[in-house]
């Protein structure tokens, strides 16, 4: 089982970044995806989620209107397009697969957004 994270960088206050999650493994349609962010010296923080078939979204208050999670079960695939990135935006954003009926989950390996004039 892998989940792959990519598309992180540093950028300037205002720009945008395109996070993608790649996954292998296990059946990607059945699951419920989920991007978190850990900030230096803060505690997790659940950004975005969408339900397995896409059709439900949710945002965390902080990026709501900025952020956009989707997903392509063709192409077993989360995105997570961020918009207007702010520095407080900084951290290391982390790819979440999760379901409940069998219950399983797994963790991607991070990828770091830097966001500083």
């Known amino acids: 089982v892998q989940l792959v994270e990519s598309g992180g960088g540093s950028v300037q206050p205002g720009g945008s970044l395109r996070l993608s999650c790649a996954a292998s493994?296990?059946?990607?349609?059945?699951?419920?995806m989920r991007w978190y962010r850990q900030a230096p010296g803060k505690e997790l923080e659940l950004v975005a989620g969408?339900?397995?078939?896409?059709?439900?979204?949710a945002y965390a208050a902080s990026v709501k209107g900025r952020f956009t999670i989707s997903r392509d079960n063709a192409k077993n695939t989360v995105y997570l397009q961020m918009n207007s990135l702010e520095p407080e935006d900084k951290a290391v954003y982390y790819c979440?697969?999760?379901?409940?009926?069998?219950?399983?989950?797994?963790w991607g390996q991070g990828t770091q957004v830097t966001v500083s004039s």
């Open positions: 493994g296990f059946t990607f349609s059945l699951y419920n």
């Open positions: 979440y697969a999760v379901r409940f009926t069998p219950s399983a989950d797994y």
């Open positions: 969408i339900s397995s078939a896409g059709g439900t979204t």
